[in-house]
């Protein structure tokens, strides 16, 4: 699923106005994973300040995994799992693709350890529709479903679609500092 996206904005003499309707430029359904998809909602600096231009954070940012004090929002459909056991999944093209449209999150997956991922953010995660389970280190698994929340901090996990049909959540990451416990 890709969501539509209206952004505002204030013009030069302080007026609302619409500055943006429609998909976020930087969307994807994937071609290789069927059923998922990403799309990057928008982003923020450390200092973030009113943008009083018509200039979308999206197109300039180069990892979808912000630095200390900056946010991303996104929206990601989940597969069932069973899609990664299909036998004409082509593995090496479906991360190539994940790579191009996940620039910063693909390099923190485990290569022995698929789905598995820390990221130094705290994340507000919403399930929009579907159910998911998320995996933690001590092998529990949180079955969500419909409108839970889920509040990460930088922990390692991975979601695991047990069900039948694609998972749609809303994502927003904060770049956070990590502490050495």
């Known amino acids: 699923m890709i969501p539509r996206r209206v952004v505002t904005n204030i013009n030069t003499i302080g007026k609302a106005i ?8 930087w969307s994807k359904e994937m071609v290789h994973t ?4 990403s799309s990057f909602i928008w982003a923020t600096s450390p200092a973030p300040k009113i943008p009083t231009s018509g200039d ?6 180069t990892s979808i995994v912000p630095g200390p ?7 990601v459909t989940f597969p069932p799992d069973s899609v990664f056991a299909d036998p004409a999944i082509d593995f090496a093209k479906a991360n190539q693709e994940q790579a191009e449209e996940s620039p910063g999150l693909v390099e923190l997956f485990e290569p022995d350890h698929p789905g598995v991922h820390t990221t130094p953010t705290i994340d507000y995660g919403i399930v929009l529709d579907g159910e998911i389970w998320l995996e933690l280190d001590d092998g529990k698994t949180i079955h969500l479903k419909e409108h839970d ?5 930088g922990t390692r996990h991975a979601w ?3 069900g039948e049909t694609p998972t749609t959540m809303a994502f927003v990451l904060i770049g ?6």
């Open 34 to 37: 069927p059923g998922f998809a």
């Open 18 to 25: 619409l500055q943006s309707d429609g998909v976020p430029p």
């Open 160 to 162: 695991r679609n047990k």
């Open 69 to 75: 004090g900056e946010t991303r929002f996104l929206v």
């Open 149 to 153: 929340v889920v509040v990460q901090n």
């Open 176 to 181: 956070a500092e990590v502490t050495k416990k």
């Open 56 to 61: 979308d954070p999206t197109d300039t940012a």
